[in-house]
């Protein structure tokens, strides 16, 4: 069963989203806070229309990760905590929710990641940047991937088409028409160290079996 997407204040009833079909949930089952939408402002508000986070946000509001939501004020994004209060400032220009205190962010078209203080964890200098897991997080360069340690420092160079990021990195490369898995590091935390190198350890046709 598709969860609604938003109430709406001038119709009292709720709004499905895009593909959500017809088949609403019953009011017990509906989730703790549901976008609220007065007019053109947004706000949350509980399954029985009573105002959480007041309509007075420009775009819909985010749904709360780890106490956290994203939140649009004159078409800038920044978090806001269950009491409502802006606690980062409204600065970027996207913004996703938190997974594991990061969130991604951008400004002016590049990529990086906060803590849910609004202090850079990953500085907005990237095409694209993705969430830390293992220790390496990916970005992209000029179209290419690679792969920065927790200190930001470029440990698998930015050469590659692909990249996907888990206990296994995926990396592919156009030059060699070949994808090749390999483990992380034995360091502590999975995390690259000076001294460390990654290693294939799977064929590519094994690794498309794989994926």
């Not at 898995?181 to 690794?207: F, H, K, N, Y």
Request: with cysteine; glycine share 12%.
């Amino acid at each position: 069963m598709m969860r609604p997407r938003f109430w709406e204040d001038t119709s009292g009833r709720l709004i499905p989203g895009s593909g959500c079909g017809e088949d609403l949930p019953t009011a017990g089952e509906l989730p703790a806070l549901i976008p609220y939408r007065k007019s053109d402002k947004w706000g949350l508000c509980d399954s029985g229309m009573r105002m959480v986070i007041p309509a007075i946000y420009d775009a819909e509001v985010g749904c709360f990760c780890e106490r956290r939501a994203a939140v649009n004020l004159g078409g800038r994004w920044g978090f806001i905590d269950a009491r409502g209060d802006m606690v980062v400032p409204g600065v970027y220009d996207e913004a996703g929710s938190f997974f594991k205190a990061q969130a991604s962010v951008a400004v002016n078209g590049k990529h990086g990641l906060i803590d849910p203080f609004g202090n850079a964890v990953v500085p907005c200098i990237y095409d694209e940047a993705f969430y830390f897991r293992e220790g390496l997080a990916s970005v992209n360069l000029g179209g290419r991937w690679g792969f920065i340690d927790v200190g930001g420092k470029m440990v698998i160079p930015a050469i590659y088409d692909e990249a996907g990021s888990s206990t296994w990195l995926a990396l592919s490369t156009s030059q060699s028409s070949s994808l090749v898995i390999t483990a992380l590091p034995d360091s502590p935390g999975g995390q690259v160290s000076s001294r460390s190198t990654v290693r294939p350890v799977l064929t590519p046709e094994i690794a498309r079996g794989l994926l």
